[in-house]
């Protein structure tokens, strides 16, 4: 079955860095884009970075030049490396993928930036 299993989630300082990691397996990861979302308390989920399976990016306005979305194929990961981090980027971060149309979700992995 189809699993996304995000880690490396963490309580950081502002203006530190963080590297999230998504392990996924039961599809071919290679050929699926992949995506991170972001869901901060009380506020909807939030589409952060998004990457094809091709290797082209997206980021949302508030991550674009300290967020980096990456993947390996090889290791079927996801990646995002998260640096400058605010107060703001506090949430709980989700990795996703839609295959046909179903969306599959992790569990999440929690960042907390606070001083």
């Known amino acids: 079955q189809v699993q996304v299993v995000e880690s490396g989630g963490d309580l950081v300082q502002p203006g530190g860095s963080l590297r999230l990691s998504c392990a996924a397996s039961g599809f071919t990861f290679s050929t699926y884009a992949m995506s991170w979302y972001r869901q901060a308390p009380g506020k909807e989920r939030e589409l952060v970075a998004q990457i094809s399976s091709g290797g082209s990016t997206y980021y949302a306005d508030s991550v674009e030049g300290r967020f980096t979305i990456s993947r390996d194929n090889a290791k079927s990961t996801l990646y995002l490396q998260m640096n400058s981090l605010k107060p703001e980027d506090t949430a709980v971060y989700y990795c996703?993928?839609?295959?046909?149309?179903?969306?599959?979700w992790g569990q999440g992995t929690q960042v907390t930036v606070s001083s």
């Open positions: 996703t993928v839609k295959l046909r149309t179903t969306r599959y």
